[in-house]
């Protein structure tokens, strides 16, 4: 089973900010098969990048995805206040697949 | 769009059994494998049922194998999760959702709660 680690565990930034976001894999995912999900409290999560780097349908251009192997980055350009969340990887190269365990974006 | 929408969570005492339903639109639902994803409270999100479309292949994590079964309808659009000898552990927000290898579509959730 791949384990997915990310860092940190609690992000403290100001709105308009830049976001680094970092999901380490226990093994290469060989292809690009990482995802990322944002779930604000009380809803359900939301798909926000697939193959790495691809932006799901509607998903803004301040989200950023890269990486490749065991290590990848979700940037966030400018922090906008909806933008506050926590954020999970996602590898779906492997069985089963496995999300790492978030990390918070909190308003500083 | 695509909308799934969750249901027969509750309250149940350990060793009980529930079951849970996810109603899909707005997409070919039996072209896709489709995934039950938990969350217990103020914790991540756990993958503990796979079905594929072909509804042969399954998958179940661990944690839920030997008590939980997946199934799925694909003429009422339905998929199913039933959950048997519960656990106090087994506490949580359980999601459905649809699945292309990542997770495109996520339902709103049903809670459910174990306990004496």
């Known amino acids: 089973e791949i384990v997915l680690t990310q860092s940190p565990g609690t992000l403290s930034l100001s709105p308009g900010e830049r976001a680094t976001l970092s999901c380490r894999a226990s093994l290469s995912l060989g292809g690009n098969y990482l995802a990322w999900y944002q779930q604000k409290p009380g809803q359900a999560p939301t798909f926000l990048i697939y193959d790495v780097s691809t932006r799901a349908t509607g998903i803004p251009d301040r989200f950023s995805g890269s990486g490749s192997g065991t290590d990848f980055t979700l940037t966030i350009s400018r922090l906008e206040p909806e933008d506050f969340a926590v954020y999970y990887c996602q590898q779906y190269g492997s069985s089963p697949r496995t999300f790492g365990p978030g990390t918070r974006v909190e308003i500083k | 769009e695509v909308q799934l929408l969750e249901s027969g969570g509750g309250l149940v005492q350990p060793g009980g059994s529930l079951r849970l339903s996810c109603v899909a639109s707005?997409?070919?639902?039996?072209?896709?494998?489709m995934t039950w994803v938990r969350q217990a409270p103020g914790k991540g999100l756990e993958p503990v049922s796979v079905?594929?479309?072909?509804?042969?292949?399954?998958y179940y994590a661990a944690s839920v194998r030997g008590r939980f079964a997946i199934s799925r309808d694909n003429a009422k659009n339905t998929l199913y999760l039933q959950m048997n000898s519960l656990r106090v552990e087994d506490t949580a927000v359980y999601y459905c959702?649809?699945?292309?290898?990542?997770?495109?579509?996520w339902g709103q959730g049903t809670l459910v709660t174990v306990s004496a």
């Open positions: 959702a649809k699945t292309d290898g990542y997770l495109d579509r």
């Open positions: 707005g997409f070919t639902f039996s072209n896709f494998a």
């Open positions: 079905i594929w479309g072909d509804i042969d292949n399954t």
